[in-house]
């Protein structure tokens, strides 16, 4: 709420909104810039949330699902086989299902929360909460592999079999980088940059109207109607992307995962 | 007039990205339209190309802030 009241406060000069904003004052503060901030507060409340509602649609197991049973069967079937059966497939998906299956709807709930009011700030437009998924999801897939394939695992990531010897010290170099050191980082990046974009434009949209309507010239403020109309179209743009990021980060640790348990078959 | 020429920069080489992912995606909407029986194999494919396409505008962002 802070960086739409600001830009009315000075009058003049309209003032977007800046990433500072993003960092909202610690709720419970102790010490210098550090605290109990918002985005834990909601992290907390995800993971209430996701309980709930999973508890309370698989309690009453019944053979013909109610409302609530079949909404939680069709989401937990959604993750388990357009996600984990689909790409990690044969025998051993099972074992991921629960990790695909709380990666997706922690994910799911703390994007969602940009788009809902009151709450209005998707967790992950702090870069701290996607380092931290996207390094489990590293650890996971190096871990899967090498409890396979032994250290052999790392030259079979990294050495491509088929390719002639003499073009070896250009491949391997480029597959250490793309697999070790740019693998996790756009995987938490994208997360990251695309939650906060979409805030971005939110906050910033919500700035201009509230410049806009501010103004002495009545067709001035006739023109926030229009932002409005193009800030909500970009609203629901955004609630669509913040359902695919989470979609999109979960398929990429299954592919992950998968080429960890296949790292032997290209 | 003053501001970051980087973010410039950026807006040019997002150019690059959103090229790839109309391809992407053309591509998959070519298949899903010849073969609809395809679309659950095509869709991961799909999204796995969005994501290694869309790498390169990630890379672009964090530049375009870092330096």
Same mark, same amino acid.
């Given at each position: 709420? #802070?960086?739409?009241?600001?830009?009315?406060?000075?009058?003049?000069?309209? #003032?977007?909104?800046?990433?500072?904003?993003?960092?909202?004052?610690?709720?419970?503060?102790?010490?210098?810039?550090?605290?109990?901030?918002?985005?834990?507060?909601?992290?907390?409340? +995800?993971?209430? !949330?996701?309980?709930?509602?999973?508890?309370?649609? +698989?309690?009453?197991?019944?053979?013909?699902?109610?409302? @609530?049973?079949? @909404?939680?069967?069709?989401?937990?079937?959604?993750?388990?086989?357009?996600?984990?059966?689909?790409?990690?497939?044969?025998?051993?998906?099972?074992?991921?299902?629960?990790?695909? !299956?709380?990666?997706?709807?922690?994910?799911?709930?703390?994007?969602?929360?940009?788009?809902?009011?009151?709450?209005? @700030?998707? #967790? =992950?437009?702090? $870069?701290?909460?996607?380092?931290?998924?996207?390094?489990?999801?590293?650890?996971?897939?190096?871990?899967?592999?090498?409890?396979?394939?032994?250290?052999?695992?790392?030259?079979?990531?990294?050495?491509? +079999?088929? $390719?002639?010897?003499?073009?070896?010290?250009?491949?391997?170099?480029?597959?250490?980088?793309?697999?070790?050191?740019?693998?996790? =980082?756009?995987?938490?990046?994208?997360?990251?940059?695309?939650?906060?974009?979409?805030?971005?434009?939110?906050? @910033?949209?919500?700035?201009?109207?509230?410049?806009?309507?501010?103004?002495?010239?009545?067709?001035?403020?006739?023109?926030?109607?229009?932002?409005? $109309?193009?800030? #909500?179209? =970009?609203?629901?743009?955004?609630?669509?992307?913040?359902?695919?990021?989470?979609?999109?980060?979960?398929?990429?640790?299954?592919?992950?995962?998968?080429?960890?348990?296949?790292?032997?078959?290209? | 007039?003053?501001?970051?020429?980087?973010?410039?920069?950026?807006?040019?080489?997002? %150019?690059?990205?959103? %090229?790839?992912?109309?391809?992407?995606?053309?591509?998959? %909407?070519?298949?899903?339209?010849?073969?609809?029986?395809?679309?659950?194999? *095509?869709?991961?494919?799909?999204? *796995?190309? *969005?994501?290694?396409?869309?790498?390169?505008? %990630?890379?672009?962002?964090?530049?375009?802030?870092? *330096?």
């Amino acid at each position: 709420m #802070t960086p739409l009241a600001l830009p009315a406060a000075d009058g003049g000069t309209f #003032t977007p909104p800046t990433l500072e904003d993003m960092h909202l004052p610690a709720i419970f503060p102790w010490g210098e810039g550090e605290g109990f901030s918002k985005q834990m507060l909601l992290v907390l409340l +995800s993971v209430v !949330f996701i309980a709930w509602f999973f508890i309370a649609a +698989s309690r009453k197991g019944q053979l013909v699902p109610g409302k @609530l049973q079949f @909404l939680g069967e069709s989401a937990y079937g959604f993750v388990r086989n357009s996600i984990g059966k689909d790409i990690i497939g044969g025998r051993d998906f099972m074992k991921f299902v629960p990790l695909l !299956f709380a990666l997706f709807f922690f994910i799911l709930v703390n994007n969602i929360y940009g788009a809902i009011p009151f709450f209005q @700030l998707p #967790t =992950m437009s702090h $870069v701290g909460g996607a380092y931290f998924l996207a390094g489990f999801v590293y650890i996971t897939w190096i871990g899967v592999g090498l409890r396979k394939y032994g250290p052999r695992f790392i030259k079979l990531t990294i050495v491509p +079999s088929g $390719v002639p010897w003499f073009i070896l010290p250009i491949v391997v170099p480029i597959e250490i980088i793309s697999n070790f050191i740019v693998r996790p =980082m756009t995987h938490s990046l994208r997360l990251f940059a695309t939650m906060l974009a979409g805030h971005l434009v939110v906050a @910033l949209a919500g700035s201009g109207i509230a410049f806009l309507i501010a103004q002495e010239n009545v067709l001035l403020q006739g023109t926030s109607l229009l932002v409005l $109309v193009g800030a #909500t179209a =970009m609203y629901g743009l955004e609630a669509l992307i913040m359902v695919l990021q989470a979609y999109v980060f979960t398929l990429l640790t299954a592919i992950y995962i998968q080429g960890a348990l296949h790292a032997d078959a290209h | 007039m003053e501001g970051n020429l980087n973010l410039v920069g950026y807006g040019l080489s997002a %150019i690059g990205g959103a %090229i790839g992912v109309g391809l992407v995606f053309a591509a998959y %909407i070519n298949g899903v339209a010849r073969q609809p029986e395809a679309q659950r194999v *095509l869709q991961p494919i799909a999204f *796995l190309g *969005l994501a290694l396409t869309e790498a390169l505008a %990630i890379l672009g962002l964090v530049f375009a802030f870092v *330096l």
